[in-house]
């Protein structure tokens, strides 16, 4: 059986060299395992997220606590972790936060790893050199650097605040450890993106979501606990020329029984201007908790009209963890 990491070498001029930096690089290298999670396809999640997940995940404490991207957790029903030198254990998902995209796994095995240092990217200097770990040890590392820190929003009712945009893109992305110029994990990785490059051309970058958003989430987290969850509409929405244009409807979401469509054009939220993703999540998230009324001003073709739609927890249409 092939490991899950092969396929994802790095390329060897990227790989990082040990003696460059001051911290045990083969101990970070080590704390990152390939994850594979296992969704049926009756999950709520398995038409946009697939049904086989693989990535990776960071182990921060000895005890067996591992941190990872929350998407490759949504609705798993089996998650397998897989350390450098082949060893396969079972891993059991403690929780996921939808609001910061972060999720903690808990091997049902002692791995013997090292644990990772947990940094604060905002101490990380734009010239500081970064490694981007997937697993599989050295040819899944790279060296890079921090090309932007700014918000994202994301198309699926997604925002951070601040997000670390690093290049060179790193082929095995998701869940991928970012370890900053001292050794400590500053990111997790979340997202694979192309943008125009000087003089013409495309280059790769990768998002990370920063290390730092754990330290207030985590005891729950670890504990199963779910924090205040957002209202949510059940879109997936593009940013247009200014305007918020909807391009998918989740079946069984609120938008769907709505009967909002694909093309429709959000202008308004409770009657204030939108006119990027960023203000219409966050004039959606001041409504107040799941159950709230959101109503909001739509433009279909030559209409635009208004409608009401109540929102609700996302969660409530995914499948429950099953207790061992």
Known sequence: ??????????????????????????????????????????????????????????????????????????????????????????GYVLGVDQATGLGL????????????????????????????????????????????????????????EEALFVEPAHPHWSGAGLFGPTGDLIGVGSLYMEQEAEGGGVTSLNMFVPAELLAPIREDLSHGRQRPPRPWLGVRSQEIQRHVVITNVSPGGPASRAELRRGDIVHRVAGNRVNSLASFYKQLWALGPPGSIAPLTIQREHDVFDVEVRTMDRSALQRRRRLN
């Not at 946009?48 to 693989?54: A, D, I, K, S």
């Not at 734009?126 to 890079?144: D, F, N, P, Y």
């Open 1 to 90: 059986m092939a490991a899950p990491f092969a396929g994802f070498e790095v390329k060897e001029e990227l790989r990082p060299v040990a003696q460059l930096f001051d911290f045990d690089l083969d101990a970070r290298l080590a704390s990152v395992v390939a994850l594979e999670a296992h969704v049926p396809q009756s999950a709520n999640s398995a038409r946009n997220l697939g049904t086989l997940r693989q990535g990776n995940a960071i182990m921060i404490g000895e005890e067996g606590l591992l941190l990872t991207i929350s998407y490759l957790l949504t609705e798993a029903e089996q998650v397998i972790l897989t350390t450098n030198d082949g060893f396969r254990a079972e």
């Open 105 to 160: 796994v808990h091997a049902l095995e002692p791995l013997g790893l090292p644990a990772a240092p947990l940094g604060d990217s905002r101490q990380v200097r734009g010239e500081g050199a970064v490694v981007s770990v997937g697993g599989g040890g050295r040819e899944h590392a790279s060296c890079g650097r921090i090309f932007a820190r700014e918000p994202f929003a994301g198309d699926w009712e997604y925002m951070l």
